[in-house]
């Protein structure tokens, strides 16, 4: 529902509600029962900076034009379930969470294959995937692009560590054929942000592994992508930058008109039109970059407290350990990519369910659930237990 749904519903809305049932709901009973018998497990230093992240948008509140309570308390609730009940799910059922993650990336690659196939027995390979409705009225509601994008980045390198981690060549077949449709879904959709997305997340897992598997991977990638760029040069210089300095400097302009706490935290950010930033050739709505956009909201305060965060999580993977192991990249491989698409492409920090969650809130939610301590010790006491062991003392994959 996280994202093999997103392309298939045809209200994002509609399938934020039917969420709350079948995640939001059994996360929060499950949070419930396991911090009334462990409370001192939620003040984890991690725990604390996230929550001190959103009680600055809450304050911010205060200061935005049209505050919207509900909505933006809503979302904060559900981001906090989420990633605290994959923190609870990692340290108790890891290997589970891992199978159920594999899972869910397998079937949106079914579901990413059903959509090119009707595509493209309509349509020349040429044409980039959801550019036209033919081969795909009636059936597949959601033909965003962008949305697309964001959606399939987390599945794609969850399979990809899912692949370096398995040794039985069964499986490895089946997660070769999964990656290789999610990967090609990617380049179809000939979005630059993705395909940039696609291989720097790609360099990273190999700097990381030195995986042989995901080397081929990539260079398949790499030939692909330069198949659609050499048959169709003149489509991608056309495009130049897409003017994205030039929106990124207007927002900067905009954002530092209150630099130090932004201008309160809501669901939309102020279109900007060539009348008010001369350097635009049009209209643009967002600022295309999640640290832009947050410092939008929050201000210089934002940036501070939200890299508090990052940094203690990315402290205690490396003292952990936990980049290490290859058990772990089904957690820790959609993180590079997924902040890379919203480098390009990043718009809204906090809001309820919406599929750049699969390049933000998933990938940091997942990454945190490789900690297997969650009570307040230090996070040297993480490598100790950065898996459950067996008798013999061997580490339970």
């Known amino acids: 529902m996280f994202s093999g749904a997103v392309l298939l519903t045809p209200s ?8 709350k049932p079948v995640f939001f709901l059994p996360a929060l009973i499950l949070l419930v029962r396991y911090y009334r018998r462990t409370p ?4 984890d230093g991690l725990n604390l900076a996230l929550l001190a992240f959103f009680f600055l948008g809450l304050i911010s509140l205060f200061w935005v034009s049209e505050p919207r309570w509900t909505r933006m308390t809503h979302a904060m609730l559900q981001i906090a379930l989420l990633f605290l009940s994959c923190r609870v799910l990692g340290q108790h059922y890891r290997p589970l969470l891992a199978q159920a993650l594999v899972l869910s990336a397998m079937l949106t690659a079914v579901v990413a294959g059903v959509v090119m196939v009707l595509f493209y027995r309509a349509n020349p390979l040429m044409l980039p995937l959801y550019e036209v ?9 959601n033909t965003n692009q962008l949305i697309a994008t964001m959606t399939m980045m987390a599945p794609t390198f969850i399979l990809a560590g899912a692949l370096v981690a398995e040794q039985r060549s069964g499986r490895r077949i089946l997660l070769t054929l999964g990656l290789a449709i999610c ?20 360099v990273a897992l190999i700097l990381l592994t030195r995986s042989k598997r995901i080397m081929l991977a990539l260079v398949a990638v790499i030939i692909a992508t330069s198949y659609f760029i050499i048959t169709d040069a003149n489509h991608y210089i056309s495009r130049g930058d897409s003017e994205r300095i030039a929106v990124w400097l207007s927002y900067l302009e905009l954002a530092g008109h209150h630099p130090w706490f932004g201008h309160g935290l809501s669901d ?5 039109t060539p009348e008010q930033s001369p350097i635009l050739p049009y209209a643009v709505f967002h600022p ?3 640290l832009l956009s ?11 407290v939200f890299a508090v965060f990052f940094i203690i999580l990315l402290r205690r993977l490396l003292i952990s350990r936990a980049v290490f192991e290859h058990k772990n990249l089904v957690f820790l491989a959609p993180l590079a990519p997924g902040l890379i698409t919203l480098m390009f492409d990043g718009e809204k920090v906090i809001t309820p369910f919406w599929p750049n969650w699969n390049c933000f809130w998933i990938p940091l939610a997942l990454a945190a659930a490789t900690l297997a301590r969650t009570a307040s010790s230090s996070p040297e006491s993480d490598a100790s237990h950065a898996a459950p062991c067996g008798e013999n003392g061997a580490a339970n994959d």
């Open 12 to 19: 994002l809305g509609t399938l934020g509600h039917a969420l």
């Open 40 to 43: 001192s497990d939620l003040f």
């Open 133 to 141: 409705r033919t081969g795909l009225e009636g059936l597949i509601p």
């Open 183 to 202: 990967a090609l879904f990617l380049v179809a959709l000939q979005r630059r942000t993705g395909l940039v997305a696609l291989i720097g997340g790609g």
């Open 268 to 272: 939309n950010i102020p279109t900007i």
């Open 288 to 290: 295309h970059n999640i």
């Open 294 to 304: 947050l410092f939008y909201y929050l201000g210089a305060a934002g940036l501070v």
